[in-house]
């Protein structure tokens, strides 16, 4: 490629793109990532996880990086601390929390921890858990506890897992009963099988726009961001950025939406994109 732009800010999902499996790094992805931050180009995370899980991928990469978290909804900066969060507004919460019970499935609220303490997630406790959130829950301890969803306040996002058409079916019900008001996203089991996770935030949040934030208090211009992933929630990053990479692993529709195409997550398929960025 004769036209990548001149590239400022290096924004990477995690899962799929800079994780091979959990926070694991390879030792190639993180030489690489320590050489483009030595060269001057900032880094960032830009990912659906919460800031927690975030955080231990970038202890495993020893760089003290800004992130995007819950999918554009929470933006911290390299000190920790929050830069802004994307709340749903009380009303709208209750009724996402009634039209999901009615729908037999349990929602998962994310939150900021600098708000509630040591907390991070709420597991709704208004209907019976599936084996895949029971499975979250428990992962999630000691910072995840069990409660009235609908009580809650300062969501940053909904989360739920289960199996793949009851996930398509809430995400219908969302789309229909609150349209323009919350945005959606299905992402199948990375693991393949038939588990989906489905993320719901506040209308007009996705990473695009939590980048869009990092970057103006960064100082940096918009049109020098690259944006690397591999799911159907990297695309409005993927799309906007000045250099839109899809990984090798990447859906066919995220691959098709990319300005480029590198390697595959576990065959550090990020070093090429290094690799074009310093040596442009």
Known sequence: MTDLPDIRLLALDVDGT???????????????????????????????RRYRTTRAVIDALEL?????????ALVKQHDHLTLH????????HRQLVEEIRRAGQTVIIQQDADIHGHRD?????????????????????????AGDAAAEDHALAF???????????????????????????????????DQAYLEILPAAVDKWTGLT????HLGLPLHAICAVGDAANDLPMIRQAAWGVAMGNASPEVQAAAHWVTGRHDEDGL???VERILTR
């Open 18 to 48: 800079l994780a091979m499996r959990g926070h694991e790094v390879s030792r190639a992805t993180r030489d690489a990532l320590h050489a483009l931050t030595e060269a001057g180009i900032v880094l960032a995370i830009a990912t659906g």
């Open 64 to 72: 003290p990086l800004s992130a995007v978290c819950l999918g554009g």
């Open 85 to 92: 969060r994307e709340t749903f507004e009380a009303a709208l």
């Open 121 to 145: 997630v709420v597991v709704d406790d208004g209907v019976p858990w599936n084996d895949r959130t029971r499975a979250y829950f428990d992962h999630s301890q000691p910072w995840a506890h």
């Open 159 to 193: 989360s739920l897992w289960g199996e793949r058409h009851d996930m398509a079916s809430v995400q219908q019900r969302v789309q229909r009963h609150f349209p323009l008001r919350c945005a959606t996203v299905l992402v199948p089991d990375p693991d393949g099988s």
């Open 213 to 216: 934030r990092l970057a103006t």
């Open 271 to 273: 070093v090429a994109v």
